[in-house]
């Protein structure tokens, strides 16, 4: 199982970015996947969410309103879109998924079984 994570980059408060997650080795439809994002000093923290057996979002309420995530089943692909970005969005972002996971665990990292390599985003003041 690979998942790969792209589109991260550098961009100006109140900016956007989309970033996207191919996932091969895997049917990401019957997998929740989530977008995780780590900054300077700070632990892993938990962005938003699809969950496999209802298709619903959640998102953390830090950016709730603001990130929107979505899944193309062709393409085997997760995207998250970031609109009016803040300093406090830098970070680096992961894909994860679990095909095991329970609805009342998946805001925490350690139901997820796979990750991408992370890409970076940066936003500037």
């Known amino acids: 199982v690979q998942l790969q994570a792209s589109g991260g980059g550098l961009v100006q408060a109140g900016g956007s970015l989309r970033l996207s997650c191919a996932a091969s080795?895997?049917?990401?439809?019957?997998?929740?996947m989530a977008w995780f994002r780590q900054g300077p000093g700070k632990e892993r923290e938990f962005v938003a969410a699809l969950f496999r057996s209802t298709g619903r979002a959640y998102y953390a309420d830090s950016v709730k309103g603001r990130f929107t995530i979505s899944r193309d089943n062709a393409k085997n692909t997760v995207f998250l879109q970031m609109n009016s970005l803040t300093p406090e969005d830098t970070a680096v972002y992961y894909c994860?998924?679990?095909?095991?996971?329970?609805?009342?665990?998946?805001?925490?990292?350690?139901?997820?079984?796979?990750w991408g390599q992370g890409t970076q985003v940066t936003v500037s003041s």
């Open positions: 080795g895997l049917t990401h439809s019957g997998y929740t």
């Open positions: 994860a998924a679990s095909g095991r996971l329970i609805l009342s665990s998946i805001r925490s990292r350690d139901a997820y079984d796979y």
